[in-house]
């Protein structure tokens, strides 16, 4: 059975869908595995050292002439698509939120497309979670980010010339990028505070040592364990309390997304004023129209001394780290569908699989592209 990893094609995407390692073990498995020349190139991953664990090196897509199953990092191109042989299986990060046409496109050929995001939030599903372990870098880049553009230091700095007061970083957004983004402003000096409309999450934010703020409002906790939108008397409690706390702070990490929905406003253009000049915002949801309205997606602008910044595909600023995690969570994916010598053997009925494909055997099958 052969794999093939064509190189990404998205703009400003430097993760690969397997590392060495993955191929390694994809190899020692029996299965054949074909990657695009320069495919790793953004990762750092040469096509020597791919050659040297045992894949071949194709030029342009030709890998996945024949190919069994096709691992990509973000949707594949239309050229992938139609490249791809009648039965094969597409696994990647595929946007199911957007371009639902293109999407049921791919219905066809017999071809079973999975899509990682919609992984389920279940116990033995935990690797295979491609956006934790993007969201876990993300969020630590985003504090690196932050500290590039903020003109003072992180920690409390005692001199002979008078004493440096620590940087004040508010995270807004208790997930797994909200959670590393805590970790890595503690870890640099900052003093930190966070806010979820998740009031499981208080625990959590005390237990990395920062403060929790938090309105007395219903909690918006779903059973998935993701956030949902409050009431309008609820986003108005909040609203308030953010809006006294955010006049303090120096940093403002913003990270709450709601999977297919635009990203709620957290920082208003009123609470970007109050701010002092100098201080920084980092928009995670720059992606899905920003946290704050004046952020502009994959831009850093700068509104009364204020930098906001809308970088996109932070994660991916960490390419080498972001597409060795990736891989392993395909590989772990994988071995759900591929037998110990080498078969495919794909069980619909198993929830993983449920929960992420897209389409089966020509057939779209998930509830987002039929409705």
């Known amino acids: 059975m052969k794999i093939a990893v064509p190189a990404e094609t998205?703009?400003?995407?430097?993760?690969?869908?397997?590392?060495?390692?993955?191929?390694?073990?994809?190899?020692?498995?029996?299965?054949?595995?074909?990657?695009?020349?320069?495919?790793?190139?953004?990762?750092?991953?040469?096509?020597?050292?791919?050659?040297?664990?045992?894949?071949?090196?194709?030029?342009?897509?030709?890998?996945?002439?024949?190919?069994?199953?096709?691992?990509?990092?973000?949707?594949p191109s239309a050229d992938v698509a139609k490249a791809a042989k009648a039965g094969a299986v597409l696994i990647a990060q595929m946007n199911p939120y957007d371009g639902k046409d293109e999407l049921k496109a791919l219905a066809r050929n017999d071809l079973s497309v999975f899509s990682m995001e919609l992984m389920p939030r279940i116990s033995r599903a935990q690797s295979m979670d491609v956006l934790s372990s993007q969201a876990n870098l993300a969020g630590y880049k985003s504090v690196i980010t932050a500290a590039e553009h903020f003109s003072r230091a992180f920690p409390q700095m005692m001199t002979a010339a008078g004493t440096v007061s620590p940087a004040r970083v508010f995270v807004m957004g208790v997930g797994v990028a909200g959670l590393q983004a805590i970790a890595t402003a503690r870890r640099l000096g900052a003093i930190v505070s966070a806010t979820d409309v998740r009031k499981a999450t208080e625990e959590q934010v005390k237990s990395l040592g920062a403060k929790f703020v938090f309105a007395d409002v219903a909690d918006a906790a779903t059973a998935g364990g993701y956030a949902k939108e409050l009431s309008d008397e609820d986003k108005a409690k909040q609203a308030a309390l953010i809006a006294e706390h955010i006049k303090t702070q120096d940093i403002i990490i913003t990270t709450a997304l709601i999977p297919g929905r635009p990203a709620p406003v957290l920082v208003t253009e009123a609470m970007v004023t109050s701010l002092k000049p100098g201080s920084v915002i980092v928009d995670l949801a720059a992606e899905r129209g920003g946290n704050c309205p004046l952020t502009k997606a994959g831009e850093t602008i700068i509104h009364n001394g204020v930098t906001i910044i809308g970088a996109l595909n932070l994660a991916g600023a960490l390419a080498g780290n972001a597409s060795s995690l990736y891989a392993r969570n395909l590989q772990n994916f994988l071995d759900l569908i591929v037998t110990k010598d080498g078969a495919l053997a794909i069980d619909w009925d198993d929830e993983i699989i449920k929960g992420t494909a897209l389409v089966k055997q020509g057939s779209a099958v998930h509830p987002l592209l039929n409705a």
């Open 10 to 75: 998205a703009s400003g995407e430097s993760r690969v869908a397997a590392s060495p390692d993955s191929v390694k073990a994809y190899v020692k498995r029996g299965l054949t595995v074909s990657v695009q020349a320069g495919a790793g190139a953004g990762a750092h991953f040469t096509d020597e050292a791919y050659r040297a664990v045992g894949a071949t090196i194709a030029s342009g897509p030709d890998c996945v002439k024949n190919a069994d199953i096709i691992l990509t990092v973000r949707r």
